[in-house]
């Protein structure tokens, strides 16, 4: 079990905590948005590219007491308002989030829409299993 903090970046610093089991598994993968290209009659490309690269990630966080995950929720649906605030998601050792194991994410936003629908699977007794979707811009 190991301890990862989510804290608000914009319009406030709430922060929310949450011990759970990762699964090492989490993954995530870079999207480059605003290019396109045209391949001409003589076989050249010609490309249009306006950046930037958003990483989407989903962090898997297993066996969350049923109390965190309550508070999870909520921090997700009344502090960071769903994609609206922008969070930090603590480093943790040997998870790679999406710039490395053990780096932490900054300026991250929720990355599932205005829905918490499959994000957070109650499992007995009393306990989560949740798959947080998340995004940052490659810098």
């Known amino acids: 079990m190991v301890t990862i903090t989510f804290t608000q970046t914009d319009n ?3 922060s929310e905590s949450v011990e759970a089991s990762i699964v090492y598994g989490t993954e995530f993968s870079d999207t480059r948005l605003n290019q396109s290209e045209q391949v001409l009659v003589d076989g ?9 690269t958003w990483c989407h990630g989903l962090l898997i966080l297993k066996h969350v007491s049923y109390a965190e995950g309550n508070d ?6 009344d502090s ?8 930090t998601i603590s480093a ?8 490395g194991k053990g780096i932490a994410i900054t300026n991250a936003r929720y990355d599932g829409g205005q829905s918490l629908k499959g994000v957070f699977q109650h499992i007995a007794p009393d306990m989560y299993n949740i ?9």
């Open 80 to 87: 960071i308002i769903f994609a609206y605030n922008r969070f």
């Open 12 to 14: 406030g610093s709430a």
């Open 44 to 52: 050249s490309a010609v490309v249009y590219d306006a950046g930037p």
């Open 92 to 99: 943790v050792s040997r998870v790679d989030l999406g710039k």
């Open 131 to 139: 798959k947080l979707p998340y995004r940052f811009v490659r810098s």
């Open 72 to 77: 999870f929720r909520t921090w997700i649906r």
